[in-house]
């Protein structure tokens, strides 16, 4: 059985469809499509016509969904849809060009899925805990747990790529001045945040790990970091797009998110390690064990 999952993040709403089997997810089809939400205020309305945009994406990936053969298409809304003051207008607007609902997730109800999804990436998923790192447009995500248990301790932080480079970077690329201003802002989030156990393997999920593992390969250490930051700060994001295949709003909010990802490395105390799986594939594997209503 294959289904489908559209997820509405801050920055991009995703779509993958994929059958799941033995706790293992077969994607079929991903695309994604760039829809900024977050910006501005935290819990500001979002504008009308970035609303009537998503409509149009969700209700086209819907469609592309059910002509790649899912038989159901779960459509989930995350802290931009949680925060937004006109959430309930823009849901409503989703069902009337989709024909779907929208189910808003909760911060637990988010960590848990994107755990799941995370840890059915690894080929062998080891026993001892996991530590997961979702860094996205408006928020970002820390769990700890097991593969069997899934997540037993979550954070959810009010600080994501977009949000950050609204406030703080106005150049292309952004100067030392602004980078500094994201580290400042970032360790103030952070704080005194401290998972109760170290983990014994982190994983970094998301679209700004994915893009960075780009530039600074797989294993998201300090030292590939700072590659990456040097060279995200040394030239316009157009022309880092054009060298990397990446998007260049992605390229633009890469800093910020890099920046985050530094941070969550250095709370879960090792280097993450950067998965195809999160949000989308756990959805798609409650959907698949009749976990999701």
Not at 1 to 29: F, H, K, Q, W, Y
Not at 122 to 137: I, N, Q, S, T, Y
Not at 163 to 168: D, G, M, T
Not at 192 to 217: D, E, N, Q
């Amino acid at each position: 059985m294959r289904c489908a999952c559209v997820d509405i993040g801050s920055n991009t709403t995703r779509l993958l469809v994929a059958g799941a089997e033995a706790g293992r997810v077969a994607p079929v089809l991903a695309e994604r499509a760039f829809v900024r939400l977050a910006g501005g205020a935290a819990g500001a309305p979002v504008a009308d016509e970035m609303v009537d945009l998503l409509a149009r994406v969700v209700a086209r990936q819907a469609a592309l969904a059910r002509r790649h053969g899912a038989q159901t298409v779960h459509v989930v809304g995350t802290a931009a849809l949680r925060e937004a003051a006109n959430r309930a207008a823009l849901v409503a607007a989703v069902r009337e060009a989709a024909g779907v609902e929208v189910r808003v997730l909760a911060e637990e109800e988010e960590a848990r899925l994107t755990f799941a999804g995370a840890v059915a990436a690894l080929a062998a998923p080891p026993d001892g805990p996991v530590g997961v790192v979702d860094v996205g447009g408006g928020s970002s995500e820390l769990m700890v747990g097991t593969a069997a248990a899934g997540p037993s301790w979550t954070c959810s932080l009010p600080v994501g790529s977009g949000l950050l480079h609204e406030r703080y970077v106005r150049s292309d690329p952004p100067g030392p001045d602004e980078l500094e201003a994201l580290r400042t802002a970032v360790a103030e989030a952070f704080g005194a945040v401290r998972p109760p156990v170290k983990p014994s393997l982190a994983l970094a999920v998301g679209g700004s790990a994915t893009s960075l593992a780009r530039l600074a390969g797989g294993e998201l250490d300090a030292a590939g970091l700072e590659r990456a930051l040097a060279a995200l700060s040394s030239e316009p994001a157009a022309r880092v797009a054009g060298r990397t295949g990446l998007h260049p709003e992605r390229v633009r909010l890469l800093p910020a998110g890099l920046v985050l990802l530094g941070a969550a490395a250095d709370t879960l105390g090792m280097p993450l390690q950067v998965v195809a799986g999160g949000l989308r594939e756990g959805v798609v594997l409650h959907a698949a064990g009749g976990a999701w209503p």
